[in-house]
């Protein structure tokens, strides 16, 4: 579920590996259960502005319920393409039990299995993840305000100046050598403005949506590269490792028993479900 200046690349890259937050799910390759039954997705807070889909399959209708004033632009591109039929015909190309199952791509139309998860509609638009939040100011007490401040401030200086700042070169290179974002708590948000006259809004973020199990989400393949593919959370306790990362922009209200369903089918070493047995989208509709 994710390319400027080459000295800078080799400044940033090693850090932004070590400190990624991201982990790899360990995939689950036991046998599929064929039994499945309906399960109920866990009240949450849904916006008030929402649209009601149904997403027909050749194993049965998923509900859907779209939250357009959570997600205007993620909603409005779904509903656009599945009015356009882009959908119809598509199937899910990758199921993993206890985890997710993921369709959208208009490669899955063609007969070429090994582009699979490669498509989409030929643009990309960015994540409607976060809200904006209070200001940052003063001292940086937590580790999401020092994130916030080296994703905002630190990187695109170090990345868009020809001669960075000496202490905030240092200072990247002591986050670096110490692998953690923890040298950024000594200094003021003020502090990081004035070495790198950094002048626009810096407020904190508040999480739109988690990724929860029942879930309707983007995928992607890194910040901003939202396009036509999606996925739905199989797995009961959520994907927190994943808040943040994904847009989520609606959720199942009916038809998880088929989820589940389309989860636990046969499939290949990358998680494509055998040709025999693929769940393919014949439809999306929206009644009013």
Known sequence: MKNKNLKLVLILIPVILVLSLATMYSLDKANPNKT????????????????????TTTYGNIELELWGELTPKTV????????????????????IP??????????????NRANDGQ?????????????????????????????????????????????????????????????????????????????????APLNTQILNAKVEYGTLCMANSGPNTNGS????????????????KHTVFG???KGMDIVHTIEQLPRDRSDNPNQDVQAFITGISFPK
């Open 251 to 253: 959720k199942v209200t």
């Open 229 to 244: 593919q999606f996925f739905i959370v199989t797995k009961k306790d959520g994907t927190p490792w994943l808040d943040g």
């Open 98 to 111: 206890d985890f997710m199952i993921q369709g959208g791509d208009p490669n899955t139309k063609d007969d």
């Open 36 to 55: 499945t039954k309906e399960e109920t997705v866990p009240e949450t807070t849904t916006p008030m502005a929402t649209t009601k889909a149904i997403m």
């Open 119 to 199: 498509g989409g509609p030929g643009y990309a638009f960015e994540d409607e993840c976060y809200a904006p939040g209070q200001e940052l100011k003063g001292e940086i007490t937590n580790m999401t305000s020092a994130e916030l401040v080296w994703n905002k401030v630190i990187v695109p200086h170090m990345q868009e100046s020809k001669t960075p700042n000496a202490d905030i070169d240092a200072l990247v290179k002591e986050c670096q050598k110490a692998k953690s974002l923890s040298p950024i708590m000594k200094n003021t948000v003020e502090y990081y403005r004035e070495k790198t006259g950094f002048t």
């Open 76 to 95: 409005q591109n779904f509903i656009t393409l599945a009015q356009k039929d882009f959908y119809n015909g598509t199937y899910f190309h990758r199921v």
